[in-house]
């Protein structure tokens, strides 16, 4: 009997986006700290999520060297590793770095509101309703970067 040389093919994406960018929803836990995944932009997550959360009860800080430092290495990780814009692609108006940060900044007042207001309160819908309408603009946002469609501003050298 003769040995089998069939070779898998790989399996083909049906969104660029899947491998390139993580989704809202692994930034969202990576910012909690309940799951920070593999991908270099959900460590970047994360350490944003901390640095919100420490600021919620600490001093009234905006610790803006960490935060400017966070969102220049996501953009660098951009910079690195998306393709190039199509030449007729849209420039986006922040960078992705300032994009995640922003999720953040959403993710840790939403939770805080969450555990210290009631559940009820129009104020925690509202929290919530905007942190769900960042993720959607995340997911858009990289979804056409990944299809070359959109570009982002270059904030951050190699």
């Known amino acids: 009997m003769r040995a089998s040389t069939h070779i898998p093919r790989p399996t083909r994406l049906t969104d660029p986006s899947e491998s390139l960018f993580p989704t809202g929803e692994a930034l969202l836990s990576a910012i909690r700290d309940h799951h920070v995944g593999p991908h270099p932009l959900t460590s970047i997550a994360h350490r944003f999520g901390q640095l919100h959360q420490q600021n919620l009860h600490g001093p009234a800080c905006p610790a803006y060297p960490d935060r400017a430092e966070l969102s220049r290495q996501a953009d660098l990780w951009v910079v690195e590793h998306v393709p190039p814009p199509h030449p007729e692609a849209i420039m986006h108006s922040e960078s992705l770095g300032t994009v995640i940060d922003r999720l953040a900044v959403q993710q840790v007042q ?9 559940p009820s309160d129009p104020i925690v819908h509202a929290a919530w309703y905007r942190l769900a309408e960042l993720v959607d603009n995340y997911t858009d946002l990289t979804t056409a970067v990944a299809r070359r469609s959109r570009r982002l501003p270059c904030t951050a050298r190699p």
């Not at 939403?110 to 009631?118: D, R």
């Open 110 to 118: 939403a939770f805080h509101l969450l555990m210290n207001a009631e």
